[in-house]
């Protein structure tokens, strides 16, 4: 017979996954229209309807509160990067990442993605912990497509770890280009071609 937890043992672990997810939706909605700098730790935690004690429970510190965020942020623009891929299929692999870079550089025309992920948090944030963010949700999608490519291929044999982390770093600094520039829309459009001419390079290469 298995024994059911206590009622109010699942009630405060609920309460304190809304006050979590409180304060993260406060938190992200103020670090996209204000910037880190001017979110300050107290309109968060007003926003989000806690106390500070709250805050410093759940994240410790703005920081903290601004990594949590900046993954958030980071995994769902991975995600919608592996959908566009996805949805080529698995024929085409180099067509994938080309259809994955794309939907990157897209998911940087939103001004939050521009704000949290691509301005602030190379400010913010250490090298450290983006590239591990990065490692954690990017870089094995990117590696497995890669991966298959060479071996169906259609782009030359090489090492497959750094072709895989130079393609990767190469869309993050696209991305970057795209929302710092004074005209993003220009600049996602170049972005694109240069996206383009890489991976067209890359094929020809192999024949």
Same mark, same amino acid.
């Given at each position: ?10 009630? *405060? ?42 805050? *410093? ?14 993954? *958030? ?78 071996? *169906? ?55």
């Amino acid at each position: 017979m298995v024994k059911r937890k206590p009622q109010h043992h699942q009630t *405060q672990a609920a309460r304190s996954e809304s006050t979590r997810a409180a304060l993260l939706s406060a938190a992200r909605e103020l670090f996209a229209e204000h910037g880190y700098t001017g979110a300050s730790s107290e309109a968060i935690v007003a926003a989000a309807g806690v106390s500070r004690g709250a805050l *410093q429970h759940h994240f410790v510190d703005k920081l903290s509160l601004f990594l949590a965020v900046y993954e *958030q942020v980071e995994s769902e623009v991975v995600r919608a990067t592996a959908d566009a891929g996805m949805a080529v299929g698995d024929d085409d692999p180099l067509e994938e990442l080309r259809a994955g870079c794309h939907a990157y550089l897209d998911a940087v025309l939103d001004p939050a993605v521009q704000r949290i992920c691509a301005i602030d948090g190379p400010a913010v944030l250490s090298p450290d912990a983006r590239n591990a963010i990065t490692d954690r949700y990017a870089l094995g999608l990117v590696r497995e497509t890669v991966q298959r490519a060479v071996e *169906q291929g259609e782009i030359v044999i090489a090492p497959i770890e750094p072709l895989t982390r130079m393609l990767l770093a190469a869309v993050i600094a696209a991305a970057q280009f795209v929302a710092t520039a004074d005209d993003s829309t220009v600049a996602r459009a170049e972005a694109g071609q240069t996206v383009d001419l890489l991976l067209l390079n890359l094929k020809r290469q192999s024949s």
